[in-house]
């Protein structure tokens, strides 16, 4: 089964910074949708970010508009995710996803995404 590869999770304060990577296989990162969703406990999973490695476009949830951004690297075929101003309740886990852009539907749900990484914790304290 095709992984993608998550790195960067770590424990940080309210208020602090932290940088998640993904790096997918050549043969998926062309024309995809490569996005970051979380899952708190007792929660369910939700969309972060996510971009169009065709095209560049970005998509946020609401509750992480202007204080993340996702962004690519063509030649690594990694995407990031830069978090700033962390709160509380950004402790999640958080894993990696891509489909095809072609498959159609929001970026958001997660259903439709076929290939997935094994997540990486994110602890905010206060």
């Known amino acids: 089964q095709v992984e993608l590869l998550e790195s960067g999770g770590g424990s940080v304060e309210a208020g602090g910074s932290l940088t998640l990577s993904c790096a997918t296989p050549g043969y998926i990162y062309g024309g995809a949708y490569v996005a970051w969703f979380r899952q708190a406990p007792g929660k369910e999973r939700e969309g972060v970010a996510a971009?169009?490695?065709?095209?560049?476009?970005?998509y946020y949830a609401d509750s992480v508009q202007g204080r993340f951004t996702i962004s690519q690297d063509n030649a690594k075929n990694t995407v990031y995710l830069q978090m700033n101003s962390l709160k509380l309740e950004d402790t999640a886990m958080y894993y990696c996803?891509?489909?095809?852009?072609?498959?159609?539907?929001?970026?958001?749900?997660?259903?439709?995404?076929?290939?997935w990484g094994q997540g990486t914790q994110v602890t905010v304290s206060s």
């Open positions: 971009i169009n490695t065709g095209s560049g476009l970005t």
């Open positions: 996803a891509a489909r095809a852009v072609s498959y159609g539907g929001s970026w958001s749900v997660a259903d439709v995404y076929n290939y």
